[in-house]
């Protein structure tokens, strides 16, 4: 079922096309929200994704790679190890005191390049990413904090589009499933590198710092 709250994509376009300076092979820094052991949530997930596996148009989220983005930081070769370590130690000092989130997910919304769950509250993944940019000021210079501070829409992504389609057979698909919503704990936040190689995102995290 999809959203009836918010505004949907009736066209879907590639997600995986090359941003400017990604490219085979070049890894890139980003602050996510990552899921291992959230099992309430890959219930979720694996009942759209049964629904969702008839469309050869959308390539669906496999269940150990399912992140929400909250901050990118920039390219891994252009980070020397003491700027990645006056990063980390500004913005652990600025996150030390946040909470432990607790997210509920339901109902799909159709954006311009994925079908995505949009998490409930978003006011503390917000609080987050603040507390991040800020982290990467203190240590870099506001000048270099990479992304712009408003238009950020927290999300977690089930399928992404690999060509141009319209979303009209997704609303068909998922007319009349009832699915039960999902929550999820999570009690840290994940510095990692991500590649996107292949039609897949696939990461190693580097750093994590916990969450109370």
Known sequence: MLDPNTEHATQLVNHWYWRPGHRPGRPFYTWHLTFNNQ???????????????QFSFLG??????????????????DITDHDLHTLLNAVRAHTTHLATLSLQ???????AEALALYPKPVDAILTMRDAIRHGIADAWGTECVPEAPDGYQPHLSVAYANTQHSTAAV?????????????ASVDHLSLIMIQRDNHQYRWQVTHSLSLL
Request: no cysteine; glycine share 6%.
């Open 171 to 183: 609303h068909t698909a998922l007319a009349g499933h009832h699915l039960t919503r999902a929550t």
């Open 105 to 111: 997910f339901h109902q799909l919304t159709a954006r």
């Open 60 to 77: 669906l989220v496999p269940i150990p790679w399912l992140h929400m983005t909250v901050q990118g930081v920039g390219f891994v070769d």
């Open 39 to 53: 099992h309430d949530l890959h219930r979720l997930v694996t009942e759209y994704h049964n629904i969702l596996h």
